[in-house]
């Protein structure tokens, strides 16, 4: 796939349940190896915009792209193919639980390719060492911590090799000290496999950390786009008062929900 193009672009999307309106007329668009974090309140579509991405929600209007093609004009057989070049990371980790950390990792490599039991257990092996996992292939989810499933969840992201990884709120869950270490394995391994990465939260220590842009929605569009450091001193009340944390501003309880 070319690196000139674009790796996602969403051109004036609008998504809405029922009458409820999610997105409205949403732009934005990601360059390569570019960590672009979006922020918002509970509510305003950001995990929605990951399901946009993916395909598995689609537009009411506009157009969602992936590396130039129209995510939501491809058929199911395209959208698989579209998908084995997109790592997901779920807020909860997602793994099953019935299957140990080896199985986990080695189900989309069963299911979307051809390679030999012997290729699987080499690329488990690999990437459980990226974010060492490496001794913990026979246990199953359960037993491990939170901070040990997120990363087999990050190292189930990495097996084929995507181009794009999607972070649902990376840091729910855990505890100050382990998400630092989890956005420094996020930063560490965007950076090792040369991947964009798209990255939806609300904890702003992690956003400043892991950022190189930064993006807002809030009331289904995108009302700030630009450098971390543009945030930090934004003159939009609405940013401001995110990024502060205040009580009084704009935004009240309630709104987006």
């Known amino acids: 796939m070319s690196d000139h193009l674009k790796v996602v672009e969403l ?4 998504l809405q349940f029922g009458s409820k309106v999610v997105l409205d007329g949403l732009d934005l668009s990601v360059e390569p190896r570019e960590r672009l974090v979006v922020l918002g309140q509970s509510g305003t579509g950001k995990s929605t915009l990951l399901r946009l991405i993916l395909g598995i929600l689609r537009p009411n209007a506009g157009t969602v792209r992936f590396r130039g093609r129209e995510v939501n004009k491809l058929s199911s057989a395209k959208l698989d ?8 990371v779920y807020q909860y980790s997602a ?25 699987i257990d080499r690329i488990v092996d690999e990437k459980l060492g ?7 292939k026979a246990s199953l989810p359960s037993e491990l911590s939170g901070g040990m499933r ?5 190292a189930r992201a990495l097996v084929l ?23 420094d394995l996020i930063i560490s391994l965007s950076d090792q496999i040369r991947a964009t990465s798209i ?7 992690s956003a400043f950390k892991i950022a190189t842009r930064m993006a807002m929605l809030y009331e289904g569009r995108v009302i700030a786009d630009g450098a971390p450091e543009s945030f930090r001193h ?13 009580s009084d501003g704009p935004i009240h309880e309630g709104r987006n929900k």
Not at 81 to 88: A, E, F, N, Q
Not at 130 to 136: E, I, L, N, W, Y
Not at 150 to 154: N, Q, T
Not at 234 to 246: C, E, I, R
Request: aromatic share 2%; net charge negative.
């Open 11 to 14: 051109e004036n999307v609008r």
């Open 81 to 88: 193919v579209v998908r084995s070049h997109i790592g997901m």
């Open 95 to 119: 793994l099953i639980s019935s299957l140990n950390v080896r199985d986990n990792l080695a189900l989309p490599l069963e299911e979307l390719t051809r390679k030999s039991t012997a290729e």
């Open 130 to 136: 990226m974010v060492g996992m490496q001794d913990s």
């Open 150 to 154: 997120k990363r087999v969840a990050l």
């Open 161 to 183: 090799d995507p181009d794009l990884i999607l972070y649902d709120e990376p840091s729910a869950g855990l505890d100050p000290v382990i998400s630092s270490v989890i956005d």
């Open 199 to 205: 990255i939806v939260t609300h904890e702003m220590d």
């Open 234 to 246: 934004s003159t939009n009340p609405v940013v401001a008062q995110f990024v502060s944390g205040a």
